[in-house]
């Protein structure tokens, strides 16, 4: 679906945001993409649309450069900034002016999600609340049924109830036909909604694993005395919790904020672990 | 995939109309009210509208407007806010710039011209009625019409090129090229005429060099006056095609 190859870039005048970064995303998955704050996860996905150009390497969506934004590349992919600004018509202007470029773009499905973020289609945007405006964006983006959906921070300006009827819609919006990628640094946002793990940490891809592969070999939770041994991070701040490796244990939820911050400090030794483990398995 | 589609031109020009409608009306609404108010006014003085009095207002609003015009229906590029989903919409550069170029120059002097024209008329109409005014037609497409439609196509890439060129005070420094460009360009020319006419003591301030200055002047080929309009609004137009190419946010 979307190959980046290498990808290096900067702004003029600052430090390198991504180094030689290299990541294949599929179709069928939702791709949680983390970070902490000015890793390039924004980076990335406006070099994605094409809103940016790498400094070297490709990105390429269906063989295409994304930053030539042709016409075919950009029916495929539609981006929800973490910071936008909707103009000030009603919500079914907005959806009348805008998806006409969108072959696949399907109305009912549009004002399904607006009735479901219980919202009008005859609601002013200018008299929405932020939030209320990227439930709009949000609706509109599920709706074009492009190939690629990038999400930036979308769980941002969102109330706690906004944000289990995001995870829901979410959940119900992927098929196997879409690759949808959801770039935050609030990761139990998407608790229980990705299937996939990006981490980016010091310019690169730290970490890029499928939540199967984390829940198989890795165990979240209070290890036992027997279990130091095989403890790779634990937090006292946590009740003591850890990431250790699976073996016999059960298997476990994949705590994603403990993966974060033993991917962040213990990067090598969880990839290591992962790695050898598949490989072991395999042969 | 067709990187060139009518159709999908027609919806842009569409959309930008639609979004842009309240200031439009605005905008429309106060040009109207201040045409309307002058033709009054110049009809009180000998009771017709004469080319000249219909002309001296209108290419002032004219060109007023239609600069405004170009960057409200440019701002989504620059508007760091609005500018993902503006430049993420599917519909290629050579689509932008046809659509942009219809909407603020073919589209608005038809729909400003027409608008002002029925304004006039409406005012002379007024007129005939609460004073010694006879009905008679609004001289609007008189010679210095066409004058003026040719300049605003003239210029209009230049602020197109502006307005996407500069992502702050877009009107301000577009504004001051130019004149650098229109200073840097008298200077040449009376550089090169010095130079030519050297020989002759051209600069001297005796009258007959002044004459001689103000033929040169004049001296223009409509050839060559046609090629450089042409030339230059097509290079502007080009520029500004490779600024929404290499737009980034």
Request: aromatic letters at 14%; charged letters at 20%.
């Amino acid at each position: 679906m979307i190959q980046i190859d290498n990808i290096r870039f900067y702004y003029p005048n600052s430090k390198v945001i991504l180094n030689n970064v290299s990541l294949h995303f599929t179709t069928g998955n939702i791709y949680g993409l983390f970070g902490k704050n000015g890793e390039g996860k924004s980076t990335l996905m406006k070099i994605m649309t094409g809103l940016l150009f790498p400094k070297a390497g490709y990105c390429r969506i269906l063989n295409e450069n994304t930053f030539k934004r042709s016409v075919k590349c950009l029916q495929d992919v539609f981006i929800v900034p973490e910071e936008f600004e909707l103009p000030g018509v009603k919500i079914s202007t907005y959806e009348r002016v805008n998806s006409t470029f969108y072959p696949e773009f399907s109305k009912d499905q549009f004002y399904k999600l607006i009735k479901e973020f219980k919202l009008s289609i005859d609601q002013k945007i200018s008299t929405l609340s932020f939030g209320q405006k990227k439930k709009v964006l949000i609706a509109f983006g599920i709706a074009t049924n492009t190939r690629l959906l990038l999400m930036d921070e979308p769980t941002n300006g969102l109330d706690i109830p906004s944000k289990s009827q995001f995870r829901k819609i979410m959940a119900s919006s992927v098929d196997q036909g879409k690759c949808i990628v959801i770039s935050t640094h609030q990761v139990r946002d998407l608790h229980s909604l990705i299937n996939h793990v990006v981490i980016l940490d010091n310019s690169n891809v730290t970490f890029d694993q499928p939540l199967s592969t984390i829940s198989e070999y890795l165990w979240f939770g209070k290890p036992n005395q027997d279990d130091r041994a095989s403890i790779i991070y634990s937090e006292t701040s946590y009740g003591g919790k850890a990431v250790l490796m699976r073996k016999d244990h059960d298997e476990t939820e994949v705590d994603l904020e403990l993966l974060f911050n033993a991917v962040i400090s213990q990067p090598d030794q969880i990839n290591a672990i992962l790695k050898n483990m598949y490989h072991d398995e395999r042969v | 995939m067709k990187e060139y589609n009518i159709r999908r031109i027609g919806n842009f020009i569409y959309r930008d109309v639609i979004l842009l409608r309240g200031t439009i009306t605005t905008a429309l609404s106060v040009v109207s009210v201040l045409l309307f108010i002058v033709i009054l006014f110049s009809l009180r003085k000998d009771h017709v509208v004469v080319p000249g009095e219909f002309m001296s207002v209108f290419n002032k609003l004219y060109i007023i407007s239609g600069v405004l015009f170009i960057f409200s229906v440019l701002k989504e590029t620059n508007t760091k806010a609005s500018n993902h989903l503006y430049l993420t919409l599917p519909v290629s550069s050579y689509e932008r710039i046809t659509a942009i170029w219809f909407t603020t120059g073919i589209l608005y002097t038809i729909v400003f011209s027409f608008l002002c024209f029925l304004v006039g008329q409406f005012a002379i109409s007024v007129g005939s009625i609460f004073s010694e005014t006879n009905f008679h037609p609004l001289p609007i497409f008189s010679e210095d019409y066409w004058q003026l439609i040719k300049f605003y196509f003239f210029i209009q890439p230049i602020f197109l090129y502006g307005a996407i060129r500069f992502n702050k005070n877009r009107m301000g420094k577009t504004l001051l090229s130019l004149l650098l460009i229109v200073l840097g360009l008298i200077f040449f020319n009376m550089m090169l005429y010095g130079m030519l006419n050297y020989g002759y003591d051209v600069f001297s301030g005796e009258e007959l060099a002044s004459e001689a200055f103000g033929l040169a002047s004049k001296d223009f080929s409509g050839i060559e006056k046609v090629l450089f309009v042409g030339v230059f609004m097509s290079t502007m137009l080009l520029a500004t095609y490779f600024k929404i190419v290499e737009k980034e946010v």
